[in-house]
């Protein structure tokens, strides 16, 4: 039995961590109790005492976490940006590249990735991978999320009686956090202009990458764009590339098209005429994009079944 401690786990994507865990025999928990959770002497009992340890902390917090784990035996996965670009960690996407999956399996310390660039990785990191998107290219991407991806002071600011806007543009200084993971694991030169949203729902996202074929490296289509998705994902056990033809029979895509789930479904979008295309990802910003990533990854390191917790 594999011992997991949650460090954060009264935070939201801890909740759900456990929530998707809390049926698995295969698991046994390690818990602080509310008075204890901030103790010192007793996160260094737990995060020592434990096989897996998930920090679901602000970055510092997850650092200050990291340098308290003395045993060597004790492995980590780390929900907070602070390691997604570190040398020594191994980023927690299994779909981002050929030997990811097993890279995983064996890893001490797994950074899980940000939801945002875990759709925006899921359509460019194969493009680029294939000499498709060239390596100084510029890159915009927008994208929206469920309010839930702002943490506990955004949830109660949207869940109070006033009325919300339906759409909030953020991210203006053009600095997201997100934005290093983004350029690192994509292999890109330039940081991509990112201009991110939130709407009035709980959960749910959506990640738009629009292209000019004319700017890409190699002269490709609509369906070579298609394929080379199709291909890289063909062993994916979360993530779905829709098929072309599904594609343009649709008219318009919700934000909770995913919602719910801890899949990841591609679309390749565009107009071929206007050699334009525009590739989307739908996930749920607390599924594929933080809780169903993190168990996906504690599945591969204990040795369960990948989708043993998932709802796909």
């Avoid at 602000?58 to 004790?74: F, K, L, Q, W, Y």
């Avoid at 570190?86 to 890279?103: F, N, S």
């Avoid at 008219?251 to 334009?276: P, T, W, Y």
Wanted: charged content about 20%.
């Amino acid at each position: 039995m594999t011992a997991i401690f949650i460090d954060g786990g009264a935070g939201t994507t801890g909740l759900e961590i456990r929530e998707r865990l809390a049926s698995r025999s295969e698991f046994s928990f390690i818990t602080l109790e509310e008075s204890r959770r901030k103790d010192q002497k007793a996160r260094h009992e737990a995060l020592n005492n434990a096989d897996i340890v998930i920090l679901c902390l602000p970055d510092d917090a997850a650092c200050e976490a990291v340098a308290m784990i003395e045993n060597p035996a004790t492995r980590v996965i780390d929900a907070s940006t602070a390691h997604r670009t570190a040398q020594d960690w191994i980023y927690g996407l299994p779909e981002l590249t050929k030997g990811q999956r097993e890279r995983i399996k064996s890893a001490r310390f797994v950074a899980n990735p940000g939801c945002y660039p875990s759709g925006f990785l899921s359509l460019v990191r194969p493009l680029t991978e294939a000499g498709v998107i060239p390596h100084d290219k510029m890159l915009t991407v927008h994208a929206v999320s469920g309010f839930s991806g702002g943490g506990r002071k955004m949830i109660e600011a949207y869940q109070q009686d006033k009325p919300v806007s339906a759409f909030n543009a953020y991210g203006l200084t053009l600095n997201h956090k997100h934005i290093p993971e983004m350029k690192y694991h994509a292999d890109l030169a330039h940081s991509p202009i990112f201009a991110p949203a939130v709407a009035p729902c709980y959960r749910g996202m959506l990640v738009h990458v629009p292209l000019s074929l004319a700017d890409l490296r190699k002269k490709v289509t609509l369906a070579d764009l298609h394929q080379i998705l199709a291909t890289h994902h063909q062993d994916s056990v979360t993530i779905r590339v829709q098929a072309l033809a599904e594609t343009t029979e649709i008219k318009q895509i919700q934000i909770e098209h995913c919602a719910g789930s801890d899949r990841m479904e591609l679309f390749v979008f565009g107009n071929e005429k206007n050699g334009q295309a525009l590739l989307v990802a739908a996930l749920d910003n607390l599924g594929k994009g933080a809780a169903g990533a993190a168990v996906q990854n504690i599945n591969l390191m204990s040795g369960c079944d990948e989708t043993a917790g998932l709802r796909l």
